[in-house]
């Protein structure tokens, strides 16, 4: 048997050109790879942006959906869901109602009414409604939803209703 050479190597070819033993021929796929893995992270990362410039407009000074602003505070150690203005005449305390969710969704607060977070239901709900402005029937600039920090962690999302739609939603934080 006749043992095989590889070709000889051209001499005119400039040697950055001229095929080495030590290098696979065809498409270079280790860098298709890494241009892979780098669209992935452009792309994550394009997502990641979205999502936290949806959740970050919605939590720091809670613009209302239908002209309702609060704002989220701390206050020993409870939340403090605060009304800042509202447009137009308001719901009484019986027909504005708040939901709470966990990061992950899950309910930890049911669509329950302002008028029903009394202090006779703070064991049930671990929540208060504070009408600081108790000669106006209606939800005004300075009343308050008090949530208990232990019951409604940091992180915790909430949605103010009524019976046309939400006026606000925010994070606890």
């Known amino acids: 048997m006749m043992p ?6 051209p ?4 040697a950055d050109e001229r095929p080495r033993p030590d290098r696979p021929s065809g498409p270079d796929k280790p860098s298709r790879a890494i241009t892979l893995v780098v669209v992935a992270i452009v792309v994550l990362a394009a997502v990641s942006l979205a999502v936290f410039i949806y959740i970050y407009s919605q939590t720091t000074s809670v613009d209302g959906f239908h002209g309702m602003t609060v704002s989220v505070r701390t206050l020993g150690s409870n939340w403090s869901v605060e009304v800042l203005g509202t447009t137009g005449g308001r719901t009484v305390p ?3 109602y708040i939901e709470v969710r966990n990061p992950q969704g899950f309910i930890l607060l049911n669509r329950t009414s302002f008028a029903s977070l009394t202090l006779a239901n ?3 709900n671990r929540a208060l409604y504070q009408d600081w402005n108790p000669g106006v029937a209606e939800v005004s600039p300075g009343d308050a939803v008090l949530l208990e920090i232990a019951t409604y962690p940091g992180g915790c999302y909430f949605a ?3 019976s046309g739609g939400m006026l606000a939603a925010g994070t606890l934080r």
Request: charged residues 5%; glycine residues 6%; hydrophobic residues 35%.
């Open 4 to 9: 095989l050479n590889p070709p000889p190597l």
């Open 122 to 124: 703070w064991t049930t």
């Open 11 to 14: 001499t005119n070819a400039p």
């Open 160 to 162: 103010i209703s009524e």
């Open 94 to 96: 019986a027909g504005l």
